[in-house]
C-alpha cells in the first residue's frame, strides 16, 4: 500500500528535550515536506527536500532541522523544544516527475512540549 | 509569496443540500496547481479535488465541483447533497508547478446537520 508514515503519532515533552519525528514514503517520491498545524493558520511549510542531499527552507523553519540522507525518509528534529512548538506536524510527499504535484500526506503527528 | 485566503471560518449546512465553500489567492505566476484538502476528524489529509491553472473548464469529482476564476483568483469549492460524512475542516492551497510547495488558506471547518 501506498503510503507515508510518521512516528511517533502522539508525543509529550519538556523543554529543551531533543527530539526526532521520523518521516518515510514507499512511493520513490523525489519531493518530500514538513508542515505544522495550527488553529487559524492552516498548514504552513517548515522545510522541504526536492531530493535526496536537497533540503531548503518553509516558511516558519526556525527551531527545527532536516535531513535527506535517503530518498524514502525525512525526518524532522527539534534540538531544543520550546512550548511554542507544540503542535500538530505532518509530513508529505510527491512525485515531482507527475506533472499533478499531488502531495500525499502522513497521519499527522500531536507534540506538547511543556 | 503566494497567500491563500479563505474567509469563511465555519459554516453549516443540512444534509441534502448544497454549500460553497470560498477561497482567494494571489500570485503573481500564470501557471499553477490549486487543490482542496479535506480534513476530518482523524486528521488526516485527504485531497478533494484539484484544478490546473492553464485549463479553464471546472474540475468535478461526483458531488464535489470547483468554480475557478483565474482573473479574479478566486477557487470556491461546491459540494452537493451534502453528507454527514462531508463534516470536516476544508483547506484551499495553492501549489507552484516546481512543486517546491503548498500553500494553505486557513481552513473552514464545515458541519453537516441531520
Known amino acids: 500500500e501506498a503510503q507515508v508514515t510518521q512516528n511517533p503519532r502522539y508525543l509529550i515533552t519538556v523543554t529543551g528535550k531533543k527530539l526526532t519525528v521520523t518521516c518515510s514514503q514507499n512511493m520513490n517520491h523525489e519531493y518530500m515536506s514538513w508542515y505544522r498545524q495550527d488553529p487559524g493558520l492552516g498548514l504552513r511549510q517548515i522545510y522541504y527536500?526536492?531530493?535526496?542531499?536537497?533540503?531548503d527552507k518553509g516558511d516558519v523553519p526556525e527551531g527545527y532541522k532536516v535531513s535527506r540522507k535517503e530518498k524514502r525518509n525525512f525526518p524532522l528534529i527539534l534540538e531544543s523544544p520550546s512550548p511554542n512548538q507544540t503542535s500538530l506536524y505532518f509530513c508529505?510527499?510527491?512525485?515531482?516527475?507527475?506533472?499533478?504535484?499531488?502531495?500525499?500526506f502522513g497521519p499527522g503527528t500531536r507534540l506538547t512540549v511543556t | 509569496a503566494q497567500t491563500v485566503t479563505q474567509s469563511q471560518p465555519e459554516m453549516s449546512v443540512q444534509e441534502a443540500e448544497t454549500v460553497t465553500l470560498s477561497c482567494t489567492y494571489d500570485t503573481s505566476e500564470s501557471n499553477y496547481y490549486l487543490f482542496w484538502y479535506k480534513q476530518p476528524p482523524s486528521r488526516q489529509m485527504i485531497l478533494v479535488i484539484r484544478q490546473e491553472a492553464y485549463k479553464q473548464q471546472n474540475a468535478t469529482e461526483n458531488r464535489f465541483s470547483v468554480n475557478f476564476q483565474k482573473a479574479a483568483k478566486s477557487f470556491s469549492l461546491k459540494i452537493s447533497d451534502s453528507q454527514l460524512g462531508d463534516t470536516a475542516m476544508y483547506f484551499c492551497a495553492f501549489g507552484e508547478t516546481s512543486g517546491s510547495r503548498l500553500t494553505f488558506g486557513e481552513g473552514t471547518q464545515l458541519t453537516v446537520n441531520p
Open positions: 508529505a510527499s510527491s512525485s515531482l516527475g507527475q506533472g499533478s504535484y499531488e502531495q500525499y
Open positions: 527536500s526536492m531530493n535526496v542531499e536537497v533540503t
